[in-house]
């Protein structure tokens, strides 16, 4: 799919008058259309699915287990380091007793997401113990 950058036009919409968020930088395809440059935005089309459908299901399972959300109510961040080492270790040894590199992810997410909770003064700091 070929893509140029092309200037910077302001787009806005007719019913609302309001602007859309612009870059100032275009992708244009080769079939003639134009969207908004993605840099610095991610891409999550490169997310492997099969690591996204283990987390999900660690989510379901921990949901089922201790309730919905309950890990957003706050776990310190040395609990979500200890737990991804163990389940790392375990992984990289082939135990299969259950999704070890679904636990990795899980914790690595929680972890980033509760420090990120911590900072933003929605969790007490004394959850950040590391």
């Given at each position: 799919m ?21 870059s ?6 080769s079939t003639?259309a ?5 840099q ?10 099969d690591a996204?459908m ?12 201790y309730g ?16 991804l080492?163990r ?5 990289m040894?082939?135990?299969e ?17 509760t ?16």
């Amino acid at each position: 799919m070929a893509e140029s950058t092309m200037e910077k036009l302001p787009i806005s919409t007719a019913s609302s008058g309001s602007t859309l968020p612009d870059s100032g930088e275009r992708s244009e395809f080769s079939t003639g259309a134009v969207r908004d440059a993605m840099q610095g935005k991610g891409i999550p089309s490169l997310i492997p699915i099969d690591a996204l459908m283990a987390v999900a299901k660690r989510f379901e399972d921990g949901a089922t287990k201790y309730g919905r959300n309950n890990w957003k109510l706050g776990i310190p961040l040395s609990r979500y380091v200890d737990s991804l080492y163990r389940h790392l270790w375990a992984f990289m040894e082939g135990d299969e007793s259950e999704d070890h590199g679904g636990a990795v992810i899980w914790n690595a997410m929680c972890l980033y997401q509760t420090k990120k909770l911590i900072d933003r003064g929605k969790l007490p700091n004394e959850l950040n113990d590391l």
